[in-house]
């Protein structure tokens, strides 16, 4: 039983990094899309360094959110076209940890890179260095949640996927996670306590990864038995 | 033995027949005493009482912002917990509250933002800020756009009731969060004028409409729920054999 | 009466148009709430009606065949 425990995530994290290697363009593309449009921000409303870095906290969380709201549809679509999602459901395994370990792949190969490409970002818009650490700590806890809760909507459209359904579901939820993610950036910035709005991720991250599972699970019978 | 009994109460309060037919009997004394409230708070609060020092008279808002506002909120509620008690007890009375829950909340909170974006114009100059209050209360619609759009992505009706009941689930969660925001933002919105643990701060003047119109907006909730839930009923069990009979028995009705 | 006259119940010192307007839109939304279930509530029952009258007219037809039918 221990072992049904804890094999069923470390399989499926191995498993859905392996899928996601193999396809290098489902890999980078989010992130492509990430540094593009914020290539595009500074040539639509000024290059100017203070007016970039007045938006830059809030602009980085907005294209982190995007980011991760392009790739997340995917998470469970292929697995319910092929059929692996119907042999899931009626394996014996705990259900929740197949589901966490796919979540962590996805975080591992969207949310992880993006905090890592941040700094970049942070440097084209002339974000403070002290800006720098908060963050990508913001980030990292941050997205780890949009890909929870994300996967939450992509479990509840699987019979009629077609984005725009799931960023209607999904945004509400995410807004408190833009809140405290672009309030720890900004506090940063203005020398006020970072670690409150971080703390706020924090325990964001640590609802989420015991509620969104069970929604998640709730959401993939749903769709295979109707 | 009791047990048994207990049972049988509790699934027949389920049944949608039952409802139908209790709520034909109470319908219009609930009309009755939601129109009476109503028309009683709004001519108490819009025209007898005092207008507010600083704001003159757009305060009067308040009588049609704040209940609906605080309606809107419960109604949420409301509908994820019809929602949860359709899911553990397969309850299809419930799923049906939950349905007809959807858009009666929606509406009331678009009613809510619209009166509060009328009253931040003389109160505050402009007629939207995006201070954390307004904002949840933007937020609340689009999570019952959600609700009522998922519904349409499932063909089956079951399906569609269990992944909205879900989704409004979640979003109970995020609400208490979406609300708590206030607390942590300095916001240019209104402390909440009644705490119901402390005195409000209010004059008892200016209060005391505003109590009579939050519980005629909950009654006229509850109106409209039923309203809808009974047109869903029919909607649904046309099949059943007493739908017939009661439709038969009362030819070309309102 | 906080108001002396009609005119000065609905002018409010300039902010009748913000209050009436509110009261106006909130009236709308709330009277929709009702209006709506009830119309729903009669294509219902018109929809049952016509269901009851389908099967009224197959009905006859079954039981004639029945009569029709050569016996074995």
């Known amino acids: 039983m221990a072992n049904n425990l804890s094999g069923g995530f470390k399989a499926f994290l191995y498993r859905d990094l392996l899928l996601a290697i193999r396809d290098r363009g489902d890999l980078s ?11 595009m921000v500074p040539l639509a409303i000024a290059p100017e360094a203070n007016k970039l870095s007045a938006i830059a906290p809030g602009l980085i969380w907005i294209l982190a959110l995007l980011a991760t709201l392009l790739s997340i549809e995917r998470l469970f679509s292929e697995d319910y076209a092929d059929g692996s999602l119907e042999q899931l459901l009626i394996s014996p395994n705990m259900l929740m940890m197949p589901i966490l370990g796919k979540i962590t792949a996805h975080w591992l190969v969207i949310g992880l890179p993006l905090t890592l490409l941040s700094p970049v970002i942070a440097i084209w818009f002339s974000l403070p260095i002290s800006a720098m650490v908060p963050m990508m700590l913001s980030l990292a806890l941050g997205t780890a949640v949009l890909s929870l809760v994300g996967a939450v909507g992509a479990a509840l459209t699987l019979p009629r996927q077609g984005g725009v359904l799931l960023a209607l579901l999904v945004m509400p939820l995410y807004m408190p996670v833009l809140i405290f993610g672009s309030a720890t950036i900004q506090s940063a910035v203005d020398g006020l306590n970072w670690l409150a709005p971080l703390a706020m991720l924090a325990a964001f991250l640590a609802i989420a990864t015991v509620l969104c599972p069970l929604a998640i699970s709730a959401g993939l019978r749903i769709a295979k038995n109707g | 033995m009791n047990f048994n009994l207990q049972w049988t109460w509790f699934h027949r309060l389920g049944s949608p027949r039952w409802f139908y037919q209790k709520t034909q009997r109470w319908l219009p004394w609930l009309a009755v005493a939601t129109f009476a409230l109503l028309v009683a708070g709004l001519v108490w609060g819009l025209a007898i009482a005092p207008p507010d020092a600083k704001q003159g008279n757009s305060f009067r808002i308040i009588y049609l912002h704040v209940p609906a506002s605080v309606v809107a909120l419960a109604g949420y509620y409301i509908m994820a917990i019809s929602g949860a008690v359709g899911l553990i007890w397969r309850i299809k009375l419930s799923f049906m509250l939950m349905r007809s829950a959807a858009p009666i909340g929606a509406a009331l909170t678009f009613v809510a933002l619209v009166t509060g974006a009328i009253w931040g114009k003389p109160t505050w100059g402009a007629y939207w800020v995006w201070d954390a209050r307004i904002t949840s209360m933007l937020i609340l619609l689009f999570l019952y756009f959600g609700v009522i759009a998922l519904r349409h992505t499932y063909s089956n009706n079951e399906a569609a009731e269990k992944a909205g009941a879900v989704l409004s689930l979640v979003g109970m969660v995020n609400v208490p969060i979406i609300y708590k925001s206030v607390d942590w933002w300095q916001t240019l919105h209104q402390p909440a004028t009644i705490k119901f643990t402390g005195a409000p701060s209010m004059h008892p003047d200016m209060f005391a409409p505003l109590v009579v119109m939050i519980i005629g907006f909950y009654s006229f909730y509850s109106l409209a729920l039923i309203l809808y839930t009974r047109a869903e009923i029919l909607r649904r069990e046309y099949r059943a054999s007493w739908v017939k009979q009661l439709v038969s028995n009362q030819p070309v009705e309102k | ?51 009851i009258k389908l099967q009224a007219s197959q009905k006859p037809a079954t039981q004639k065949e029945v009569a029709d039918a050569p016996h074995s």
Do not use: C, R, T
């Open chain 1, 29 to 39: 593309k989010p992130l492509m899309f990430f540094l593009l449009v914020a290539v």
């Open chain 3, 1 to 51: 009466m906080y108001f002396d006259s009609l005119q000065q119940l609905i002018w409010m010192n300039g902010h009748g148009v913000y209050v009436w307007s509110s009261f106006a839109i909130s009236a709308v939304v709330m009277i929709g709430l009702v209006v709506i279930p009830l119309k729903q509530k009669q294509a219902a029952i018109k929809n049952i009606e016509l269901q």
